[in-house]
């Protein structure tokens, strides 16, 4: 397997700059049991899922993780991707550009001094805040969405619209954490949820918080390794239960994003039982997969040569995946995470 396999063209145009109204994008349906490829809107949702089927979530919130500052001696602007906090006031941060900063640098934004603690590989940086709590003042009143930088706003926007602040979140949102959305999660408007829990669907949550890594291009070290960037999750007891339990009663395990997947593949025990608690993931979903637990996937269309398009190909088969997306441009559907949505069942 090779990472071209998964390449495919995508005219800029098809690239969503903006969102449309929640619960109103297009939504892709594949039925893993049938060949055929069906064309509806998110609000469709419902009807494609049964009674008994449990949809999982990623209630992970993003926070404003870009900050703009300047080097204290020389005012030379270093852009900061906020990655996590590794101890109260101490961040792991990816720096650009990084090759001018040493240990010691001290970085200005508004009134205060980060300092850069020590520097890592891949343009990674420790930085020391002067305490927790300007750490938060500073990241809520300077930092900006972390949009993906397929989605371009100019110096003049800031480097965000007023709106992505809310919008670049999805409505169930509650863990503070991620550095990009979970984008499967941007469709759904509260009337989504409402018709899904009258159809009898059950909804639970999980919480992964996503990295850096999702901004980093796939690797052939990756396909060596069978490994992915390291993210935490976490899984209440209520969650996993609700999810035991709906497995047990024969309805479907549905995952909401390739995120909910990674996490929810993770911590299946054997016997098909979920493990509450904290944990890391490392797991690498692929063609050849062996799924464990989940039987249905709502997600986005993703970059070519991806580790998503990759996991999404584990379910779907990597022929029909990649036809697929060729449909989608043909048929003008929006890509990527402000884009619309696919399911497969």
């Known amino acids: 397997m090779h990472i071209e396999e998964f390449d495919y063209h995508l005219p800029r145009e098809r690239i969503a700059q903006k969102t449309v109204r929640r619960g109103n ?15 509806a809107r998110f609000w469709d949702l419902p009807d494609w899922l049964s009674k008994g089927d ?16 300047r080097k204290q001696l020389t005012g030379a602007k270093v852009e900061l991707l906020l990655h996590r906090e590794l101890s109260p006031g101490i961040w792991e941060a990816l720096a650009k550009p990084c090759r001018r900063l040493a240990e010691g640098t001290g970085l ?41 930088p397929y989605i371009r706003r100019d110096d003049q926007a800031g480097g965000e619209y007023p709106s992505d602040r809310r919008r670049y979140q999805t409505i169930f949102a509650r863990q503070k954490g991620s550095v990009a959305a979970p984008t499967a ?16 669907v059950h909804l639970s949550a999980i919480t992964l ?44 395990i549905i995952a909401c994003g390739t995120t909910v997947a990674r ?8 016997g098909g039982r979920i493990r509450a608690g904290k944990g890391e993931t490392t797991l690498f979903i692929r063609p050849g997969y062996s799924w464990k637990i989940v039987s249905g996937l709502l997600t986005n ?16 088969g990597r022929k029909r995946i990649l036809a697929s997306y060729r449909q989608a441009i043909q048929e003008k559907y929006r890509f990527y995470s402000y884009g619309d949505a696919m399911l497969l069942v």
């Open 209 to 252: 918080h996503v990295g850096w890594g999702t901004f980093a291009p796939l690797a052939e070290a990756n396909l060596a390794s069978g490994e992915l960037h390291p993210e935490g999750y976490e899984i209440t007891e209520t969650s996993a239960r609700t999810i035991d339990q709906c497995r047990q009663s024969g309805g479907r």
């Open 263 to 270: 996490t929810l593949e993770s911590a299946v025990l054997s």
């Open 54 to 69: 449990c949809l999982v979530i990623n209630d992970s919130q993003v926070i404003p993780a870009r900050l703009r500052v």
């Open 25 to 39: 994008s297009r939504l892709m349906v594949l039925p893993l049991n049938q060949e055929e490829t069906f064309h």
């Open 301 to 316: 269309f993703h970059l070519p040569q991806s580790s998503l398009l990759m996991l999404v190909s584990a379910l779907g």
């Open 108 to 148: 200005v934004v508004g009134d205060h001094v980060i300092s850069v603690v020590s520097l890592l590989k891949q343009g990674r940086v420790i930085l020391r805040f002067p305490s927790v709590q300007t750490a938060r003042r500073l990241i809520n009143r300077y930092g900006i969405t972390p949009l993906p």
């Open 185 to 200: 999660g941007l469709h759904f408007a509260p009337s989504s949820l409402t018709a899904l829990k009258e159809r009898g």
